[in-house]
């Protein structure tokens, strides 16, 4: 979501007569988008700011620092950070240009952390000319009302809050239009989509929707809760011919003590039992998670259970993080904190699993043709193209730029811990 709040922003500024450069140096405006869902990238804020000190000193440079620490921390970053221009709350991008307006005429300081009520945040800035990208995130709900009692982003992004399907569907056009092929629909709990709105539409009625725009030929999207995770949306795995067979759903813990101070609302044996179906109902699905170590109470047998939890499902990646008190969650309050040194031992004990069942899983696919949506030039070799997979896999073969945009059947030769390598193996399908 950040990610795509940096390109929005970005398509804001070029209207407004900024241009992207990718040299700080030659910055009349450095922006610093940020997370605060834990410490270490917290830090790394303060660790960019001193790093452009001296060019606010050298060149005036208007330095400004958007989203999640943004709006949890608002004025204070000004007091904190003298050469500090502006503070932009998650909400208030579409003010941007109004606000640095305001800067290049007055050189007043500003710091816009309110929260919009009318939901114009969710509007989307749309690009006016032809993407170089062939795939894009498309929001179509922010916020949260879960309250996961570790989790800081209800109080950074606000409540739930979905956009009109309306809206949605013409941005997907529009994008199709600019030479998108794959969307990926953004949401802090996108099974919750709808809620609010009149129309009365569900996740997977939008997605029934999308499905049939032309010239998009995948959809995908993240992040989904266990606890909503609605039958009618598994089903969709099985009827969408463009959803891709893949599904992130976050588990952050296999023990049922654990699962309740969290407040996540599904246990262990519930989580399973979503798996199984997803399994049933679209045997190739790819599943990742979420999980974390170290969360206070997680005792040694808790720990056990997330191993277990990890073995019976198999995923085929994980993003696993060490708990990170936030300040103003109900569990930076709890007692029963886990020594530093024990979260890491158990994240080393669970990412070495994790290593060796995600390479199994890569291996597996040995000998297999994949559909491959070519994406641009592979980092390691120039005579080498990059794409995904429909389970979201990258495979690197040798292949040429006008692959780009295109969907291929690539033989998979080699998988290895991260990705894949294989060969084309004919003539490929045109995109749209
Ligand atoms: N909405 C998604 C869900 O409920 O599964 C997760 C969104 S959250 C921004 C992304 C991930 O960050 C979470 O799944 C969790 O694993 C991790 N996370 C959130 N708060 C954390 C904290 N306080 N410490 C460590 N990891 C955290
Ligand atoms: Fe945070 Fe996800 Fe829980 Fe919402 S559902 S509070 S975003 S972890």
Redesign the pocket.
């Known amino acids: 979501?950040n990610e795509h709040d940096s390109e929005q922003m970005l398509r804001l500024l070029e209207s407004f007569h900024y241009l992207e450069t990718r040299n700080a140096k030659e910055a009349d405006l450095i922006l610093i988008n940020t997370?605060s869902?834990?410490?270490k990238p917290e830090h790394k804020v303060y660790s960019a700011l001193g790093r452009y000190k001296w060019l606010k000193e050298k060149r005036k440079t208007i330095i400004g620092v958007a989203g999640c620490v943004a709006q949890q921390e608002g004025g204070r970053l000004l007091d904190r950070i003298p050469y500090l221009d502006m503070v932009i709350g998650t909400h208030a991008i579409p003010l941007l240009p109004k606000l640095l307006q305001k800067i290049e005429l007055s050189g007043e300081r500003v710091c816009e952390t309110n929260y919009d009520q009318d939901g114009e945040y969710l509007k989307a800035v749309l690009p006016e000319k032809r993407l170089d990208k062939v795939k894009s995130y498309v929001t179509i709900m922010q916020g949260?009302d879960?309250f996961?009692s570790?989790?800081?982003?209800p109080y950074v992004r606000g409540r739930e809050k979905s956009r009109p399907s309306k809206k949605i569907i013409e941005e997907v056009v529009h994008l199709a239009e600019m030479g998108v092929k794959e969307v990926c629909l953004l949401g802090?709990?996108v099974n919750g989509y709808g809620k609010g709105l009149e129309e009365g539409v569900s996740f997977s009625g939008l997605l029934h929707s999308i499905n049939k725009i032309e010239k998009i030929e995948r959809i995908r999207f993240t992040?989904?809760?266990?606890k909503d995770l609605s039958e009618d949306l598994i089903q969709s795995f099985s009827k969408l011919e463009k959803l891709c067979e893949h599904m992130h759903?976050?588990?952050?813990s296999g023990s049922d003590k654990i699962l309740k101070a969290m407040h996540?609302g599904y246990t262990k044996e519930s989580y399973l039992e979503k798996i199984d179906r997803l399994k049933k109902v679209c045997p190739s699905i790819a599943v990742t998670?979420?999980?974390?170590v170290g969360?206070p109470g997680e005792e040694e047998r808790d720990f056990e259970e997330t191993l277990d939890l990890i073995q019976k499902v198999q995923f085929d990646d994980l993003?696993?993080?060490?708990?990170?008190?936030?300040k103003g969650?109900r569990?930076a309050q709890f007692e029963d904190k886990v020594e530093e040194k024990v979260k890491q031992e158990r994240l080393s004990i669970l990412q070495e699993i994790q290593k060796e069942i995600t390479l199994r899983k890569n291996q597996e696919l040995e000998g297999r043709v994949e559909e491959v949506l070519v994406e641009g030039q592979s980092k390691q070799s120039t005579q080498d193209v990059t794409g995904r997979t429909r389970s979201n896999k990258i495979v690197n073969f040798e292949g040429d730029l006008s692959l780009v945009g295109k969907l291929v059947p690539v033989k998979i030769e080699k998988g290895y811990a991260h990705s894949l390598r294989g060969e084309i193996i004919f003539n490929c399908r045109e995109g749209n």
Do not use: G, W
């Open positions: 979501m997370c869902v834990r410490e949260c879960h996961c570790f989790c800081i982003v802090q709990n992040t989904s809760h266990p759903l976050p588990f952050q996540r998670a979420d999980v974390m969360f993003f696993s993080f060490k708990y990170s008190p936030r969650t569990a």
